[in-house]
């Protein structure tokens, strides 16, 4: 979908994803590091996966001169420059538009190019809790949680892709590139958007509530979230209207086939039941026959049972869970890339499958392309025209 379009990558950790999904969707990403970066973290190589890597020294004049070169050639430019980097006057929006202006630079930092925090550093704990997630997630009577592997970063370098295509469809309208900026503490803030409208729906701020969901009930009631099951934890949700009424009906008749002790649940009629009118004893009384039902469940025998009788809920995957997941597997998910030592190591594939087709990576994480052959790809000679 984009082999036409050229990406240099220069951002940090907050902005990795971003030339990821963009190289996964066809473009040609370069990763630009420093000759003496280290390079074999995980991270580092999950993220820089189908990417090439361009040994440069963007704080040297000798590297900077060469990344003038190759601007003229390059469609998106994602970088995570802030006020007072030793870089950031040389990667000036004004300065590189004015030498290529049919450039998107994109712009990935924790928050913002502009404002009073511009210059703000943050990792991924203080985006957390600036974008207000953390102020949702934990126990009520705890302190403050983040999930264990880095959300925000993902969050920003997804929207940070967004951002750039969006502009590739304004360039490619009226042949003019553009700014993306984009803030991760913003971006943190979309993954909690549903939390603002519980004050606007109900006059609820809501707060954090462990395995349970808030907002639910006018009368105040808190419902499960995660249950305990045979080998781990089910999300699942007593909802109402036609999904839940679905549900609902589907996971009473799997009971009863099961043998399973119904309780209030058999006086229930889930045609009618709406959940915002439940107490917390209702709600209690209710899932208790649940709680007891799922104990007696796997997470695989869970999420195959809901497949079939079309249910809301899902097993909550673990890391091993993930890499043997079958439906990842029948879709041809994982792929195995030849490193420059020629060992294989396994990655994510392609997020997107087109007309059918999961698009192979293309470049293993470290692959190295050198200056002389890059600037030959381009079509650039010896005597381009440097930057004033």
Excluded at 268 to 276: L, V
């Amino acid at each position: 979908m984009l082999s036409a379009y050229r990406v240099l990558d220069v951002s940090n950790r907050v902005g990795w994803l971003a030339g990821r999904l963009l190289a996964d969707l066809g473009a040609d990403v370069i990763r630009i590091e420093a000759p003496d970066v280290n390079i074999e973290n995980s991270d580092w190589q999950a993220y820089h996966v189908n990417k090439r890597l361009l040994r440069l020294d963007l704080h040297m004049p000798d590297g900077q001169a060469t990344f003038d070169r190759l601007l003229a050639s390059i469609d998106v430019l994602i970088e995570s420059v802030q006020p007072g980097d030793a870089i950031a006057q040389h990667l000036d929006w004004n300065r590189l538009r004015t030498a290529n202006p049919r450039l998107i630079q994109v712009s990935v930092t924790p928050f913002g190019s502009k404002g009073p925090r511009a210059g703000w550093g943050a990792t991924d704990i203080e985006l957390m809790a600036a974008g207000g997630a953390m102020s949702l997630a934990g126990e009520p009577d705890g302190a403050p949680m983040r999930v264990t592997v880095p959300q925000s970063y993902g969050w920003a370098g997804a929207q940070a892709a967004i951002g750039a295509l969006t502009a590739l469809v304004h360039r490619t309208a009226n042949g003019v590139g553009q700014h993306v900026d984009v803030s991760a503490q913003a971006a943190v803030i979309l993954a909690s958007s549903h939390a603002a409208a519980f004050w606007d729906m109900e006059g609820i701020n809501p707060t954090r509530c462990g395995a349970y969901l808030t907002g639910r009930s006018i009368k105040g009631a808190r419902y499960r979230a995660f249950w305990p099951c045979a080998d781990g934890y089910l999300n699942f949700m007593v909802y109402g209207g036609p999904a839940g009424r679905r549900t609902n009906t589907q996971l009473m008749e799997w009971m009863r086939e099961r043998g399973a002790p119904l309780g209030v649940l058999e006086r229930i009629d889930w045609i009618r039941f709406d959940p915002k009118l439940a107490t917390q004893e209702e709600v209690d009384a209710l899932e208790e026959p649940i709680a007891q039902f799922f104990l007696t469940l796997t997470k695989r025998e869970f999420l195959d049972e809901a497949s079939r009788r079309e249910m809301l809920g899902y097993p909550v995957s673990t890391m091993a869970d993930i890499a043997s997941d079958p439906q990842l597997s029948a879709r041809d998910f994982w792929q195995d890339v030849v490193r420059p030592d020629g060992s294989l190591q396994r990655h994510c594939g392609s997020f997107a499958v087109i007309d059918g087709v999961r698009a192979p990576l293309r470049h293993a994480p470290g692959e190295e392309v050198d200056v002389a052959t890059l600037l030959a790809e381009l079509g650039i000679g010896c005597t381009e025209r440097q930057f004033a």
